[in-house]
């Protein structure tokens, strides 16, 4: 598995590449498209689509160059992360990207050129938040932060559901290397020992 990462406008987003078998996606290509193709550059692989943790403006910004440049590139994300019609906050919901759109939700999987990326539905920073689960890494969004997670008072956030999102990944048996939307890496192993709000979803 091929992994890399570069902090993105306008807020430092983790914008994240995943790549096998000559194929990459983007995970959360934030405002900084011309980062995000310097890293598929980089990389010497395929862009085969572009994955959301959630929709975000700060995830979500560069998304329209992409597309100008790779038309038939699928963009996956959770269906509570597409905009109602109305709504008064599309900054953190995305819109319809006709043939682009894609969906994807608990206990989907997908294939990137042998690679598995699992999704989890981790709701609690938006509705449709979800973590992606690919190789040893487990890109959380912004659900899980080393040290700290996600805040809850913007459109779509729950308390209630972060609680439930952050003692559903703490119970994951295995061990992964930890890339949150923002902010340093970490281990689930260690945000379990020391995070103290994955220990007090735990202990609910």
């Given at each position: 598995?091929?992994?890399?990462?570069?902090?993105?406008?306008?807020?430092?987003?983790?914008?994240?590449?995943?790549?096998?078998?000559?194929?990459?996606?983007?995970?959360?290509?934030?405002?900084?498209?011309?980062?995000?193709?310097?890293?598929?550059?980089?990389s010497g692989l395929e862009l085969k689509m572009v994955l959301l943790t959630h929709a975000h403006?700060?995830?979500?910004?560069?998304?329209?160059?992409?597309?100008?440049?790779?038309?038939?590139?699928?963009?996956?994300?959770?269906?509570?992360?597409?905009?109602?019609?109305?709504?008064?906050?599309?900054?953190?919901?995305?819109?319809?990207?006709?043939?682009?759109?894609?969906?994807?939700?608990?206990?989907?999987?997908?294939?990137?050129?042998?690679?598995?990326?699992?999704?989890l539905h981790t709701p609690g920073h938006s509705r449709g938040s979800v973590t992606l689960l690919?190789?040893?890494?487990?890109?959380s969004g912004d659900t899980l932060f080393a040290g700290s997670c996600g805040r809850v008072d913007?459109?779509?956030?729950?308390?209630?559901?972060?609680?439930?999102?952050?003692?559903?990944?703490?119970?994951?048996?295995?061990?992964?290397?930890?890339?949150?939307?923002?902010?340093?890496?970490?281990?689930?192993?260690?945000?379990?020992?020391?995070?103290?709000?994955?220990?007090?979803?735990?202990?609910?």
């Open positions: 598995m091929i992994f890399d990462t570069v902090p993105v406008e306008p807020i430092g987003t983790n914008c994240c590449l995943i790549g096998e078998g000559g194929v990459c996606a983007l995970v959360d290509p934030g405002g900084s498209p011309e980062l995000a193709l310097e890293m598929v550059e980089r403006y700060d995830h979500v910004g560069a998304i329209p160059a992409l597309l100008e440049r790779f038309p038939d590139l699928p963009v996956y994300a959770h269906e509570l992360e597409l905009c109602p019609a109305g709504s008064p906050n599309p900054r953190y919901f995305l819109p319809h990207l006709g043939k682009n759109q894609r969906t994807y939700g608990e206990g989907d999987t997908l294939d990137l050129g042998g690679l598995a990326v699992r999704v690919a190789g040893d890494i487990m890109l913007l459109p779509g956030g729950d308390e209630q559901q972060m609680w439930s999102s952050l003692a559903r990944l703490g119970r994951l048996e295995e061990d992964w290397t930890v890339w949150p939307g923002h902010g340093e890496a970490t281990s689930l192993d260690y945000e379990k020992q020391f995070n103290p709000y994955v220990k007090r979803a735990l202990s609910k």
